[in-house]
């Protein structure tokens, strides 16, 4: 069964950090980008982050340029993303995809093959 799992959401203040990870299953993402995207009601889609997962090559939104670090685990078919220094705008719900083009490509235009269920992100005092 084609399917990405997410896990690693919850609360956390101001400042604090979250670590998400994605699990792919059923296909090899040798030939994907995976990324993360964040939904926030009343708001378009973003693009947070993608991986190519071939070579690694990696593309972050100016919003978390500098603060969140996408990495990817080639035994485990995984795809993490570490949220450092976490603002209240970063609050919404985390989902990975997965589409066969390059990262960029995949978050700039949010071109998606396949998604998750996704992860609440809350940050809040």
């Known amino acids: 069964q084609l399917q990405l799992v997410e896990s690693g959401g919850g609360l956390v203040e101001p400042g604090g950090s979250l670590r998400l990870s994605c699990t792919a299953s059923?296909?090899?993402?040798?030939?994907?980008?995976i990324g993360w995207f964040r939904q926030v009601p009343g708001k378009e889609r973003e693009g947070v982050s993608c991986?190519?997962?071939?070579?690694?090559?990696?593309y972050y939104g100016d919003s978390v340029q500098g603060r969140f670090i996408i990495s990817k685990d080639n035994a485990r078919n995984t795809v993490d993303l570490q949220m450092n220094s976490l603002r209240p705008e970063d609050t919404g719900v985390y989902y990975c995809?997965?589409?066969?083009?390059?990262?960029?490509?995949?978050?700039?235009?949010?071109?998606?093959?396949?998604r998750g269920q996704g992860t609440q992100v809350t940050v809040s005092s």
């Open positions: 991986i190519d997962y071939s070579d690694g090559m990696t």
């Open positions: 059923g296909f090899t993402p040798n030939y994907f980008a």
């Open positions: 995809a997965a589409e066969r083009t390059h990262a960029q490509d995949m978050c700039v235009w949010g071109r998606i093959w396949l």
